[in-house]
């Protein structure tokens, strides 16, 4: 279990008015303990704890009984579970999340596979799905380009008769 | 010659870089006592801290069979606290008020499939903390023994909705979806566990009368006599890695027949009684309907799916003339041999081998479509289902709420290093039918065949079982419809107090009694929560939880919240409407800091392929009929290695065998192989093919011999089946022959002729030969 570094807090949120993490946070905008982060995003705090670790949320400003989290932590978990909804894994999500605004260096690559179905059709699918998915995606791949294999037949064959 | 495994030393050294291996758990340990009808173990999780900050560990584990948590024990340096049993909300609340206060707390939580997470929050930077977690679990009962199953690891499973990925060379992550299995958090999947922690075993045997014989297909074993009856029985060679589980067989001398009994703390009498299957007797001959569902998904590939195909085929060799049956193999789809039930005709039986040569190992594992369609094909006549699988299916409430519908008996036959045997349990249990589970380096074949010649024809249906003369005895949960050939009737009850009466049984056409005597010995409590903990496991298993339903079924889901709630604070056990917490305050605890959070990892299971849940980036093999993929854009992958590492599986075990035991294990192998052999050869009549009628029976007498000379009979043996349906054959043949009536007699009384009766040919000589070799009283 090494969940890579986390990214620097500054580089991940898209946020500019973002606040430094010591300092004069209080006061200047609203702050959660990870109890209140909890209850207003639904998450389970220990479910929280295991984001921070993983490096998909930065840990919170401060330390001790003066830990608190910002508004941007709450745009960050709603974004984990947008991405969530839409069928990412957390380690893809890290790379989504993390990746983008890295300054250094290339982001992290991710691999897809192109299948070319016809000379003018080509599908996408990411690379390393599990493998009874892969054989869903390839099952329907194949009836899509038997389909478009047979159309063009057709119009092959009604350019004929013109 | 004794040879012991060099890498029996476990050192916290990473195998491949040299590195010190971090690890949040070091030592998983399993201790306690197995008893006739379960076990009360006591499993030490030893925890340690090499972060500088404190560490919340989750380790993520399965539940064996008919198994409850019943409390645990944190020590540490300085304390020593015992668990508190809470609504599940109210637990976590406790957990969560003690870490922010920067205590030491504990939570074990139940999620659905039987899953639990163990959560230990604040461990100090170098503390060494141990929590020791009661559990009662069931055993697999047979007429002459047992078998005891614990996961030392979790078998990543299939489900339609999970994700899966390899996320680091040889590292497997599974994701479930959170409205079925909300905060669960599954630990990562290592494809080598050598890196991993140390697992090992004590326990103590205890059964009445002798035992014969203690063995494991699993783990090498060291066998110490204990005090009084019980046996010690402990990892021999000192520690394992996390990659399979513990699989203990028991074999006693006489049978597990009996009754345990005990009174409680409150006083009242408790009791498990184990009744012989042949307490009911024959069973009956009628034709039956069977349908045999074979499970082809990815996971299954190698030799397991190689051996139930060959079991299959010995099995269709078992059927009768006027039986039917059916085939279906899944996998994500459904393959169905012929579409309706067939006649047991050589013809289809042929065709029907012909469909299985084409049935290879490859995509998820549909489960409850596979049972549905198997269900379809017996239609209203019902009949029963033998199932072969891994069972290695997440959401398996779902599966179980499918597979009650229909009104047919599921059989199930489990094989894996890390099968989900509790799953297989209930799956059979509730349907009516009988499971058994196997390892992957057994024979799957043989215990098929037996398991087979149960099917269909119970010893007892419609049984009705009584308490006489026990002042408030209740039976709970209820005894099963039917009881199978081999395969013990148990019991669980209580009483008011010490009693003495009989349980009387009622069945269609007999019945029969045994006496019950309820004493007052310590076992008492033991006896209660065992109980607790089938009756809780089979609740669990009707709590779908979380699915869109109708007003109807959430009503029945409120009801078996509120039944599971009472029945956990009754008998003290956990489940998922109530968890274990403890929270313990040392001195010097600091308020607020966020402790760092791991999630210790498992291995995979030792047979089970690491590319069949979890691929890399990398070439798809072509598959005919969708276009090729033409290139890959970006590959994260590191040069390809070996995905799945044998090196431990290589290794010889602790011992190796002396040279004249292989042999003779060589020997009883290939007389195994022989007789599935004969057994798939035989014609639906019950008898050998041949050209003539005489030349038929020659060999149905010479496949009769080679049975009996393999130890099988009429009833018992896995080929009895086939023993009585070559005598069938042969008592309409007694026209051929005066020999062969003197068979059928030598046969009817377990006895054999000596030679090497699979090598020899019908001929004309043949008559003479047996006669010479049939004993003199007989002749």
């Not at chain 1, 608190?68 to 932590?73: G, R, V």
């Not at chain 2, 003690?98 to 604040?122: E, K, P």
């Not at chain 2, 513990?246 to 009242?268: A, C, I, P, Y």
């Not at chain 2, 009516?432 to 398991?451: A, M, N, Q, W």
Request: contains cysteine; hydrophobic residues 40%; negative net charge.
């Amino acid at each position: 279990m090494t969940p890579g570094p986390a990214p620097a807090f500054s580089t991940v949120l898209d946020s500019d008015k973002f606040l430094p993490y010591a300092g004069d946070v209080r006061g200047r905008e609203k702050l959660f303990s990870l109890q209140e982060l909890a209850a207003e995003t639904g998450l389970p705090a220990r479910t929280i704890r295991f984001y921070i670790a993983r490096g998909l949320l930065p840990g919170p400003a401060g330390a001790g009984r003066g830990a608190a989290y910002a508004s941007e932590h709450l745009a960050r978990l709603r974004a984990i579970r947008k991405l969530q909804a839409k069928g990412l894994m957390l380690a893809e999500i890290a790379r989504e999340l993390g990746g983008a605004k890295l300054e250094a260096g290339l982001p992290e690559p991710s691999a897809w596979w192109s299948y070319s179905l016809q000379e003018d059709v080509v599908v996408w699918v990411r690379a390393g799905l599990s493998p009874w998915r892969t054989r869903q995606v390839r099952t329907l791949l194949a009836e899509l380009a038997s389909r478009l294999g047979a159309e063009a037949q057709e119009e092959e064959k009604d350019d004929g008769n013109d | 010659m004794a040879t012991i495994s060099v890498a029996t030393r476990f050192v916290p050294v990473a195998a491949k870089t040299d590195t010190e291996v971090r690890l949040a758990m070091q030592r998983l340990w399993l201790t306690g006592r197995i008893l006739p009808v379960g076990a009360r173990l006591q499993v030490h999780h030893t925890f340690r801290s090499s972060e500088e900050k404190p560490l919340e560990v989750i380790y993520a584990f399965g539940l064996p069979r008919d198994a409850a948590l019943r409390r645990f024990r944190v020590r540490g340096e300085g304390f020593s606290v015992r668990s508190e049993l809470k609504p599940v909300e109210e637990a976590v609340k406790a957990y969560e008020a003690g870490l922010a206060a920067g205590h030491l707390s504990t939570l074990a939580r139940q999620y659905g499939d039987g899953l639990v997470n163990l959560t230990l929050g604040n461990i100090r930077p170098g503390e060494t903390v141990t929590v020791v977690l009661e559990v009662l679990a069931g055993v697999e009962t047979h007429d002459d023994g047992l078998r005891f199953r614990f996961p030392f690891t979790l078998a990543p499973c299939y489900h339609g909705k999970a994700r899966a990925a390899e996320v680091a060379p040889g590292v497997g992550e599974l994701e479930l979806p959170e409205d079925e299995f909300g905060d669960l958090i599954l630990p990562r999947f290592a494809a080598d566990a050598s890196d991993l922690h140390e697992v090992g075993f004590d326990l103590r045997l205890a059964m009445p009368g002798s035992i014969r014989e203690i063995a494991s297909p699993s783990h090498p074993l060291r066998i110490e006599q204990a005090d009084g009856s019980a046996s010690r029985v402990l990892l021999a060679t000192g520690r394992e890695v996390p990659d399979r589980d513990l699989v203990l067989d028991v074999r006693t001398r006489n049978g597990l027949e009996g009754v345990l009994s005990g009174l409680d703390t409150e006083g009242h009498g408790r009791f498990a009684a184990v009744v012989p299957s042949r307490t009911f007797g024959e069973r009956s001959e009628a034709p039956r309907q069977v349908v045999f569902v074979l499970d082809r998904s990815g996971s299954m590939s190698g030799a397991p799916i190689k051996q139930a195909r060959r079991a299959l085929e010995a099995c269709l060799g078992a059927l009768a003339p006027d039986d039917r049956f059916g085939l279906v193999a899944f996998d994500d789809r459904i393959e169905v041999f012929r579409g309706s039930l067939v006649e047991g005709s050589a013809e289809s039986r042929e065709q029907a081998r012909e469909f299985l040569r084409g049935v290879d190992a490859r995509g998820g594992t549909e489960l409850a479509a596979g049972i549905s369609e198997a269900a379809g094909l017996l239609g209203r006549g019902g009949g029963d289902i033998l199932v072969l699988t891994d069972g290695q299916v997440f959401g398996t409430e779902r599966i179980l709420a499918k597979a009650r519908d229909p009104g047919v008996r599921i059989h199930c036959l489990g094989i894996g290093s890390a099968s989900q045997d509790r799953f297989l349990a209930l799956l059979a249990r509730e349907t009516g039918g009988v499971s058994r589970f196997l390892t992957p380096r057994e024979r799957v074949d043989l215990p098929v065949v037996d398991l087979f010649a149960s099917i269909g024809r119970p010893v007892a249906a419609g049984l009705e079982v009584k308490l006489e003369g026990i002042a408030g005895g209740r039976i709970a949960p209820e005894p099963p419809p039917a009881v199978f050939a081999c395969r013990p009737l148990v019991l669980f009850g209580e009483s008011d107090g010490a009693a003495e009466g009989r349980l009387a049984f009622a069945w269609d056409g007999g019945k029969a009694a045994v006496p019950l005597q309820i004493c007052a010995s310590p076992l008492g409590e033991t006896l209660r929560v065992l109980q607790g903990a089938r009756l809780i496991t089979d609740l669990e298993s009707r709590w779908t939880g979380g699915e869109e339903s109708g007003a109807a079924v959430r009503r029945e889901e409120q009801r078996v919240d509120r039944k599971l709630e009472e029945l956990s604070r009754a008998y003290g056990l956990a489940s998922r409407r109530l968890a274990l917490v403890a929270v313990v305050e040392r001195a010097g605890d600091q308020p607020g800091e966020l402790p760092k959070t791991q999630v210790v990892p498992v291995g995979m299971p030792q047979d089970t392929a690491f590319a069949s849940y979890f691929r890399r980036p990398g070439p798809a093999p072509s598959v005919a009929a969708a276009p090729g993929p033409v290139g890959v854009l970006w590959s994260l992958a590191e040069p390809a290695r070996a995905l799945f590492s044998r090196r431990r599986a290589a290794e010889p075990l602790a011992y190796e065998a002396a040279p004249a035991a292989m042999a003779e294990l060589e020997v009883y192998e290939k007389a195994a192989d022989t007789l599935l052999e004969l057994a798939a050869r035989m014609e639906p009549d019950g008898g050998m093919p041949g050209t003539t009628e005489e030349e038929r029976v020659q060999a149905t007498i010479l496949a009769l011999l080679s049975f009996l000379a393999g130890g099988n009979t009429e009833n018992s043996g896995a080929f009895r089946s086939h023993v009585r349906r070559l005598l069938a054959f042969l008592e309409d043949a007694l026209h051929i022959h005066p020999v062969v009536s003197r068979i059928i007699t030598l046969a009817r009384q377990g006895r054999t002729l000596e030679g090497d009766w699979p090598a020899r040919q019908p001929g004309p000589k043949l008559w003479a030969q047996l006669e010479a070799e049939i004993p003199a009283e007989l002749r």
